[in-house]
C-alpha cells in the first residue's frame, strides 16, 4: 500500500494534537522534521525500518 508522505504526516499530525493536546510549534517542528528527514540521506534507513 503506497501512501503519500503528506498525507502520512498529515494524519499523524491531526491524531497527535486530538489525543496528546502538544503545543502548535511542536506538532510543526515535528512534522516538518519528518519531512526533511524522509527526503535526507537517512531516508534507506528510514525506509527499511519502516517496512
Known sequence: MHVPLWLAL?????????????????????LLGGYLLADSVLAPVINTAVK
Do not use: Y
Request: proline fraction near 10%; hydrophobic fraction near 65%.
Open 10 to 30: 498529515l494524519c499523524i499530525g491531526v491524531l497527535g494534537v486530538k489525543l496528546i493536546r502538544p503545543p502548535w510549534w511542536l506538532v510543526a517542528v515535528l
